[in-house]
């Protein structure tokens, strides 16, 4: 299906119409050898409430933005390198449905559909894609991901310490190894998480012991030279520029959208007639 839209004119009209969407707050989309294989409606699960998020899969990425004006304007455009994305099926419960997990290695995220059919079909669309992707580059699929945050309003108190109440005054913290919400005290030390960041990232007090106990013990059956160059050191230099993924990519002072739902849209053979 993908290598037959490779070269479509349906495909490359699809695409610039997305990136006409985004206008110049985006990246540019059009790549030789992209498609875009589906688009569609879904609520993403962020850190202070659930919100409704345009999502875009390409054969080659997962992109994602806010709903300024539905299927007119997007902004505050995010894109995911689907060589580096796990998906995980949720259970439903009695506030939410239809949902799974996107593990990245710099931020995993729920993510709900409106109905059990087109969570399938998401999952489904977005599994091929990596299959496909990994089979063709010969790459094996990525080990570590980012923890899933808990959401604020499921913390009122410190997850470490389960003593600090959470208030105006008293905020929250994500420990970015477990997703845990904590207090200010709980969190006060930082560790690299070199999947995540190119710098040390905010962690618990729990996951900073482990974490050390785990890099003590490997440097114990390791043997480096004096002057080889590792990844702890303070002042190592790269040239990663992935962002942590403490930073709050959905702003709550963002306008939602009250659209009528549209079913989610993958092309395929239907749109033959559409290519020509």
């Not at 659209?259 to 290519?275: I, L, S, V």
Request: proline share 4%; aromatic share 6%.
């Amino acid at each position: 299906m993908v290598d037959r839209l490779v070269n479509s004119e349906a495909n490359a009209r699809r695409i610039a119409m997305v990136e006409s969407c985004f206008g110049s707050s985006g990246q540019p989309l059009a790549l030789p050898g992209r498609v875009l294989v589906g688009e569609g409606v879904l609520t993403k699960m962020c850190r202070k409430r659930a919100k409704s998020r345009q999502f875009f899969l390409f054969n080659d990425i997962l992109v994602y933005g806010n709903i300024v004006i539905g299927k007119k304007k997007y902004n505050k455009q995010h894109i995911i390198p689907l060589e580096e994305v796990q998906l995980q099926g949720l259970e439903d419960n009695a506030q939410y449905q239809n949902g799974w997990l996107i593990r990245t290695t710099t931020k995993s995220f729920a993510v709900y559909a409106a109905t059990s059919t087109e969570k399938q079909e998401w999952m489904a669309h977005i599994n091929k894609c990596i299959d496909d992707l990994l089979r063709k580059s010969g790459k094996k699929p990525v080990v570590n991901h980012a923890a899933v945050w808990v959401p604020d309003n499921e913390a009122q108190i410190c997850m470490h310490c389960k003593k600090t109440q959470f208030t105006m005054l008293v905020r929250r913290h994500h420990c970015r190894n477990c997703g845990a919400v904590v207090c200010g005290p709980c969190s006060s030390k930082k560790f690299l998480l070199a999947h995540q960041s190119s710098k040390p990232v905010r962690v618990c007090l729990d996951c900073y012991d482990s974490l050390s106990n785990a890099k003590t013990e490997q440097r114990k059956n390791t043997v480096v030279a004096p002057n080889s160059a590792t990844n702890s050191a303070p002042n190592a230099k790269s040239n990663n520029n992935t962002q942590d993924s403490s930073a709050e990519d959905d702003s709550d002072d963002d306008e939602e959208q009250k659209e009528t739902h549209d079913e989610p849209k993958f092309y395929g053979d239907a749109d033959k007639n559409d290519e020509k």
